[in-house]
């Protein structure tokens, strides 16, 4: 599923979080089962982001379908979350779709509240030489993101 989705269009790809969804509310894929698998496959990632530019976005919104918990995204990531000397690292992309998606499926206040209850540090996602507060108000705010985290409004 997860090869497949990245070599989709955005409606196609869509079409496949739908059914993602129902597959985790209906209990046929555990969260367990849903992290070792993206985990398992993020170590594909940087390399099928040179053929399908939108890896990275479809995988965090495949993230949000599989209702991967805040306290589990880097789990859930993989290498991908201790690869951070990029200026721009894979996980900063992932992160910022899967929360992008996460607000389009349950809205700003839910996953507002899911932040604040998972205690969710946004900067262990970024360049580690870009972690301070202004850095990261900086990035969430070009990623439209901000009203998320008060603590850097």
Partial sequence: ITNNIMDRRPAHTEQVT??????????VLSEDTVVAGLAEYSELLEDMAIDAPN???FFGMLM????VPLSRVAEALGDL???LALSQPPATSVVFAYLKHAVEVDGEDKTKDAIAEAKFDIAR???KD????????????SQ?????FPQFA
Wanted: aromatic content about 4%.
């Fill in 18 to 27: 739908k059914g993602i969804r129902a597959l985790r509310a209906n209990n």
């Fill in 125 to 127: 996602f970024l360049n």
């Fill in 55 to 57: 890896a990275y976005k």
């Fill in 144 to 148: 439209e993101l901000l009203s998320l």
């Fill in 130 to 141: 870009k972690r301070s507060e202004s850095d990261v108000q900086s990035a969430l705010q």
């Fill in 81 to 83: 979350a201790t690869n």
């Fill in 64 to 67: 949000t379908a599989a209702r």
